[in-house]
């Protein structure tokens, strides 16, 4: 395999001891554009340091074909650069760092999984798949950008990227990144493209050893949840998350969750790492959890109905129980919804219950695993309080199946 020059881009300011974070674009993108408002989330945790694709951002233009293991090649190349040569020496393998990545970001995270297992810490792949859709669709595509430009996939990709409504919450954002395709170069946007056909790992993600958790988007066209479900199958251990909403871009389109996913990959990061933590970071921190389990929804509706007399108590919610007990490291988020489904059956407290179900569902939880919490709480709770959250589940699996 050949290492790839890669161009990075500091996302955060460099403050010693604080670990690095190695961040990767999507397809038609900047780093800057898809994770500057996860890496500002993110500040207090991790170093971020983004890595741009040939033409892309601040990328310069290629006209040598690569594959998607090349770009991973180049990433451990310029991590290793970054260190220094004695560094790199005195570690052997180079030091550890943290890895996140959206679309091809994530494909070559899986590449360097695969490759270089020892040298990541944990990963955080989003929006992706072991093989990302066809290779006749992936050379049309690329034939379509060399005859016409990167213009002539824009309208499509904005259909394609965005979950609905997203556009019209943050046109901002959604103009930044639809900018960075639209100057990206062809020809080197035609070889990721390329790239992409060539790219197949699912006969090796059960040879993957390091902490992952994947993330899909209930909205993703481009990589539905589906793929990222094989993910989650093939590699031991790995965790899904699934996100309400989203389209193929999570980390702008809910960078609150993305960032709180990736920070749960740092368990010292809650555990107490000689740093003190601060009231307002621990509310931050809450609120990300809170965010990402409960929904933006109703987290939106909460903070709208806030009003002076309950203003502290929303605070204190969100510092003690989300930013306290929820960003612990002792329990996964599937655990701690178990738990917390099983404690709001026994005090019948049905709408927060409504709630946990579906935050349950976000933390991986399948349908027959909450059936089960349900019925074992029969047992321990009662029969006419598993009853009515047998009720409550079935309300809310309606509602989103139909959509609500």
């Given at each position: 395999?050949?290492?790839?020059?890669?161009?990075?881009?500091?996302?955060?300011?460099?403050?010693?001891?604080?670990?690095?974070?190695?961040?990767?674009?999507?397809?038609g993108t900047s780093c800057a554009a898809l994770w500057g408002a996860c890496a500002a989330l993110l500040a207090d945790d991790f170093?971020?340091?983004?890595?741009?694709?040939?033409?892309?951002?601040?990328?310069?233009?290629?006209?040598?074909?690569?594959?998607?293991?090349?770009?991973?090649?180049?990433?451990?190349?310029?991590?290793?650069?970054?260190?220094?040569?004695?560094?790199?020496?005195?570690?052997?393998?180079?030091?550890?760092?943290?890895?996140?990545?959206?679309?091809?970001?994530?494909?070559?995270?899986?590449?360097?999984?695969?490759?270089?297992?020892?040298?990541?810490?944990?990963?955080?792949?989003?929006?992706?798949?072991?093989?990302?859709?066809?290779?006749?669709?992936?050379?049309?595509?690329?034939?379509?950008?060399?005859?016409?430009?990167?213009?002539?996939?824009?309208?499509?990709?904005?259909?394609?990227?965005?979950?609905?409504?997203?556009?019209?919450?943050?046109?901002?954002?959604?103009?930044?990144?639809?900018?960075?395709?639209?100057?990206?170069?062809?020809?080197?946007?035609?070889?990721?493209?390329?790239?992409?056909?060539?790219?197949?790992?699912?006969?090796?993600?059960?040879?993957?050893?390091?902490?992952?958790?994947?993330?899909?988007?209930?909205?993703?066209?481009?990589?539905?949840?589906?793929?990222?479900?094989?993910?989650?199958?093939?590699?031991?251990?790995?965790?899904?998350?699934?996100?309400?909403?989203?389209?193929?871009?999570?980390?702008?389109?809910?960078?609150?969750?993305?960032?709180?996913?990736?920070?749960?990959?740092?368990?010292?990061?809650?555990?107490?790492?000689?740093?003190?933590?601060?009231?307002?970071?621990?509310?931050?921190?809450?609120?990300?959890?809170?965010?990402?389990?409960?929904?933006?929804?109703?987290?939106?509706?909460?903070?709208?109905a806030t009003t002076e007399l309950t203003g502290d108590f929303q605070r204190f919610i969100t510092q003690y129980a989300w930013g306290?007990?929820?960003?612990?490291?002792?329990?996964?988020?599937?655990?701690?919804?178990?738990?917390?489904?099983?404690?709001?059956?026994?005090?019948?407290?049905?709408?927060?219950?409504?709630?946990?179900?579906?935050?349950?569902?976000?933390?991986?939880?399948?349908?027959?695993?909450?059936?089960?919490?349900?019925?074992?709480?029969?047992?321990?709770?009662?029969?006419?309080?598993?009853?009515?959250?047998?009720?409550?589940?079935?309300?809310?699996?309606?509602?989103?199946?139909?959509?609500?």
């Amino acid at each position: 395999m050949t290492a790839l020059p890669l161009t990075m881009v500091p996302l955060t300011a460099a403050v010693p001891g604080r670990p690095l974070l190695v961040v990767g674009p999507s397809l038609g993108t900047s780093c800057a554009a898809l994770w500057g408002a996860c890496a500002a989330l993110l500040a207090d945790d991790f170093e971020v340091v983004g890595w741009e694709l040939p033409g892309h951002g601040q990328g310069p233009a290629t006209t040598a074909a690569f594959r998607v293991e090349d770009l991973a090649e180049g990433v451990i190349a310029a991590v290793d650069a970054r260190a220094g040569a004695q560094r790199v020496a005195a570690d052997l393998t180079g030091p550890a760092f943290y890895y996140a990545g959206d679309s091809i970001g994530a494909a070559v995270g899986l590449a360097l999984l695969l490759a270089h297992g020892e040298r990541v810490a944990a990963a955080t792949l989003a929006c992706t798949g072991a093989r990302i859709g066809t290779p006749e669709g992936w050379h049309d595509r690329a034939a379509t950008v060399r005859a016409q430009g990167t213009w002539a996939v824009v309208e499509a990709s904005s259909r394609r990227w965005f979950g609905p409504g997203f556009l019209e919450r943050r046109p901002e954002a959604g103009a930044r990144l639809l900018d960075a395709l639209r100057h990206a170069d062809a020809e080197s946007y035609a070889l990721a493209c390329e790239a992409l056909a060539a790219f197949d790992v699912r006969a090796g993600l059960g040879r993957i050893d390091t902490p992952l958790t994947v993330i899909a988007g209930t909205e993703d066209q481009a990589t539905p949840v589906s793929g990222l479900e094989e993910i989650a199958r093939g590699v031991p251990g790995a965790r899904l998350r699934v996100l309400e909403g989203v389209g193929h871009l999570a980390p702008i389109e809910a960078p609150e969750a993305v960032a709180a996913a990736v920070r749960a990959t740092r368990p010292e990061a809650t555990a107490g790492d000689g740093r003190e933590r601060t009231v307002a970071g621990v509310e931050a921190a809450g609120m990300a959890v809170r965010r990402a389990v409960a929904g933006d929804a109703w987290v939106d509706r909460a903070v709208a109905a806030t009003t002076e007399l309950t203003g502290d108590f929303q605070r204190f919610i969100t510092q003690y129980a989300w930013g306290g007990v929820w960003t612990r490291p002792g329990l996964d988020r599937r655990s701690r919804s178990m738990i917390t489904i099983t404690a709001l059956i026994a005090r019948g407290h049905h709408e927060e219950l409504a709630m946990h179900i579906r935050g349950g569902l976000t933390n991986g939880l399948t349908r027959d695993e909450i059936k089960e919490v349900l019925i074992q709480s029969a047992i321990y709770c009662g029969v006419p309080d598993a009853n009515a959250a047998f009720r409550v589940a079935q309300r809310v699996f309606d509602e989103i199946d139909h959509g609500a």
